[in-house]
């Protein structure tokens, strides 16, 4: 708290305008993407071009639910993301406390390993994968998205990073006071990696609620299929109906905002500093 | 009177790593490992698995094709890492600053992340889009040329690198941002003051107390933009595709390789191949980055 | 060294598991499928040994199904001849349809009868022998290929047919007429040379800007502009050797593109532009496209998605000394999987819905079936909608179609090189000269010339 000096004026209006800025490259886009899902699919690439269209078609909105069943691809990623999301954090940050704190045999191979792993493209693995997956009987399942899905090295990584930041200190002094590794892992570095666990929830949330080619293989079924599958299903064999692709891009966004400015409120500063002054 | 024995202390630690393992083994090792080892052989995705030797990595290296694509993965990855991070890190520290309205300046940036690529995509090339693009007009009465003077920036024989690299720092700098942001947040606050109080200003503090704080984090970040970058795939075919999926020479790019070789061609056992060519790749730029970590955080 | 040994075992093991996986066409456990509904008894299965009336659930793999009119009259049609069989629709999706059915495929799905979308898709799944051969099929049911207008010839591979058309669609000139009205130029004949094509889209583009309208219109596909070169019978795409005889269409093509007579390549890729919106907003005034577009623009003036409720079509430009009517086209087929579970009834409905019967389904809903016979391509031109004037009627009669693809065992990979150079020629990267060059190159290396 101590020590913040007030900026001067000049620098402020300076520091404003660079978040206008910001704001303005990274919004264009997305009013764009408004603009373009109030009209009808013909107008959408039309010159001139208008950004509010003389009679916005709101109907859109109300097609893309009817079009396609919207509301099912929603329920369904949600609830894959979801799942998805406390798997990874869960076994992430369970393997990667054992990387950052724990000295074994063989732990910079395995993890080399694991990173290594993160370099091979999935499209490289996605057939052989795909028979495997079918021979288990977990074809047209949530199952295998799960399966696929939760158990990254990406996760373990990033853990594993921040665990790195947290001083030794702390556990060397809950080792002493007799608690066992895995009371460590779970009294202090759980809590003491707010940042990091958010960041890693947040992740798995988008990159699940994103995925497009794992569900495309996966889910034939139609009442299995999530949001992405459904983004493409208004682009046809002849034609795109891009305004209903931005209505229903509008509308997949939300839910993902909503996660993200409720789980952003842990970047607080301040969280991990406790007990180490001396 | 802690010490315990070596044995019970590795168990421990397997113990930890399991559930991860175990499932990531299952599902993705077994299958991975199988695919690196077809680039031996010849495989049509059914049927039977010829071996062939070496022969697909001699053919590799006469490929045009594919060495191109090399070219150009290799150029986007040095092109976009650097800006990324540099977009990344300027936004969180700016962001974890105390500014009214912190909250939506952050979320403002987390957006181009979390948007459909799809969408996103096709306004970007609508914006971009040589002759009635926004972009171009306003470049042109700017510059008082006409539009048609403007750079083509989605055609393949324009600056369409300049144009995919912009693209993918927009998407992705929220992301590192994130984690960036999380990443300040374990800096001692205590550091500052002293450095503060050792007449320090603003940028002598971020260079000689933010920045090597969050040296684990900036490696994080590092290793997985390489990566990433090198495994692009998506963006490159929903910028640059036309509708049947297929991209040309100056816009093609590792991943597509694969896929194509895979898919079309039905040749996974050379598909493979090349997934050995870029895995050797970005397993030695890791190496070097695991080298410069263990100079630089100890 | 145990180290390596056990990795080296781990690999040898995983590599064994799956050759052996690999080779068993063995179908996949079958997911819990939705039960098969019980329909009424049914009294007229034809002469068969199986007990027909049983009721039998087919997997057919398709995509678009809610944006496509003619699955649902399928299902509805063949409902009436065989009402124990109940129809079971997997939607793959339109982009990279082959690609998926591919995997599926691989993966062991159970699908009894599948859509064939494109040849290099169809290739290779009769490459990976994943389709039932229709030859004794087709002979003991006494079915008559004639009717497909020799199409059926150019999809044989190796003497066998794997798949039968049920739909088909061949390129025509679509025309604004009042645009046409409006510059006071005559309307397209139904006997136009290349160069008279090119002469009246110059004489139809005017304006500036936003008010621009252009003469002629290509779509991003290489199949608008390449294809011009196969209409004098003389050259297939796949060929190899020199490409040339693809040059006088690309100088035309680019031409009108310098010319601005026609949009450029990079614009149209770029802004997504879509053939339909531009000729919907009277951006256009012709445009070269396939008669599937025939069906969505009637539907489009239906619902006022367009005011373009004068248009016309006319026949396929062609080079000097070739008859009118010579076009490009594509089939649609239906085949049976080999690992069909219900193979026979999978047969039964393709024979229905490729046969006249399902022929005339399909052109009920304004899309035009694989067999042309006179009463079914009436019933097109009787829909209402379609455009009045004569020689709208009579562009739907063909002389000669060419395949947009033959068949080919390397046609997928050979379709690559074609559609990258297409792109390289069209938006300026690559002279013609020197994509047509590369076009030689590439391809006679994988046709191991």
Partial sequence: MVGEKKRSPAANIVLY??????????????????????????????????????????????????????????????????????LQVLTSSFAAYAFAKLEFKGRKALFLGYIATIAVPWQAYMVPQFIMMSKMGLNNTHMAIICLQAFSAFGVFMMRQFYLSIPHELSEAARIDGLSEYGIWFRIMLPNSKPAVTTLIIFTFVNTWNDFLGPMIYLTKTELKTIQIGLRMFTTQYTSDYALIMAASVVALIPVLIIFLSLQKQFVKGVVTSGIKG | MNKKAGAPKNLIAYSFILPNFLGFAVFTLVPMVFSLVLSLAEWKGVGAVKFVGLENFTRLFADEAFMRALVNTVVYTALTVPLTIVAALALAVLLNSEIRGRNFFRTVSFFPYVASLVAVAIVWRFLFSPAVGPVNMILSNLLGKASTDMPAWTSATGPAMFFVVFFSVWKNMGYYMVIYLAGLQGVNADLYEAAALDGANKWRQFRHVTLPQIAPTTFFVLMMLVISSFKVYDIFLNLFAGGDNQLSNATRVIVYQIYNTAFRGLDYGYASAMSIVLFVIVLGVTLIQFRGEKKYSH | ??????????????????????????????????????????????????????PVTLKWSIWDLDQTAYYQAIIDGYKEVAPNVTIETVDLGSSDYMNMLQTQLAGGADFDVVTIKDIPGYANLVATDQLEPLD????????????????????????????????????????????????????????????????????????????????????????????????????????????????????????????????????????????????????????????????????????????????????YPHPEGIEAGTTL??????????????????????????????????????????????????????????PADDNSKAALETAKVYLEMPLHPQAGEIEVVLNEEHTEIMNGSKSIDDGLAAMQRRIDEILGN
């Fill in chain 1, 17 to 86: 305008c660079i978040l206008a800025l910001i704001v303005i490259i990274t919004l264009i886009p997305f009013v764009w993407m408004l603009s373009a899902s109030l009209k009808a699919n013909k107008d959408v690439f039309n010159f001139p071009f208008v950004l509010v269209p003389d009679q916005p078609r709101w109907e859109n909105y109300s097609e893309i639910w009817s079009r396609i069943p919207l509301g099912t691809f929603l329920l369904n990623t949600l609830k894959l993301s979801v799942i998805v999301s406390i």
């Fill in chain 3, 1 to 54: 060294m145990k180290k390596v040994i056990a990795l080296v075992t781990v690999l040898l093991l995983s590599l064994a598991v799956f050759a052996g996986c690999a080779n068993n066409q063995s179908s996949a456990p079958a997911e819990s499928q939705e039960p098969a509904a019980a329909p009424a008894e049914s009294e007229n299965p034809p002469a068969e040994e199986e007990a027909e009336a049983e």
């Fill in chain 3, 136 to 315: 004794d099929f087709i002979a003991a049911e006494g079915i008559d290929t004639g009717l497909y207008g020799g199409t059926t010839e150019q999809v044989t591979v190796e003497g066998q047919l794997y798949q039968l058309p049920f739909r088909s669609d061949f390129w025509v000139v679509f025309y604004n007429k009042d645009i046409f009205d409006e510059m006071g130029v005559d309307y397209p004949t139904n006997d136009m040379t290349m160069a008279e094509y090119d002469a009246l889209a110059r004489k139809l583009v005017h304006g500036e800007g936003n008010d621009k309208v252009y003469g002629a219109h290509y779509h991003t596909w290489r199949s608008a502009v390449q294809l011009f070169g196969i209409l004098d019978g003389q050259h297939t795409v796949l060929d190899g050797g020199s490409y040339e005889w693809l040059k006088p269409y690309y100088e035309m093509v680019l031409n009108e593109q310098e010319d601005g007579v026609v949009m450029d390549y990079a614009t149209a890729v770029s802004t997504s532009s879509h053939y339909r919106d531009l000729f919907y907003n009277s951006k256009i005034a012709m445009m070269n496209m396939g008669t599937w577009q025939i069906g969505s623009q009637i539907m489009a003036v239906k619902n006022g998605e367009t005011d373009v409720a004068n248009w016309g079509i006319v026949k």
């Fill in chain 3, 329 to 386: 086209g594509t089939i649609t087929g239906l085949a049976v999987s080999k690992n069909a579970p219900n193979k026979d009834a999978g047969l039964k409905f393709v024979e229905w819905v490729c046969g006249t019967e399902g022929a005339k389904v399909v052109a009920s809903t304004g899309t035009i079936p694989a067999i042309h016979t006179a009463d079914v391509m009436s019933v097109i031109s009787g829909t209402d909608g379609f």
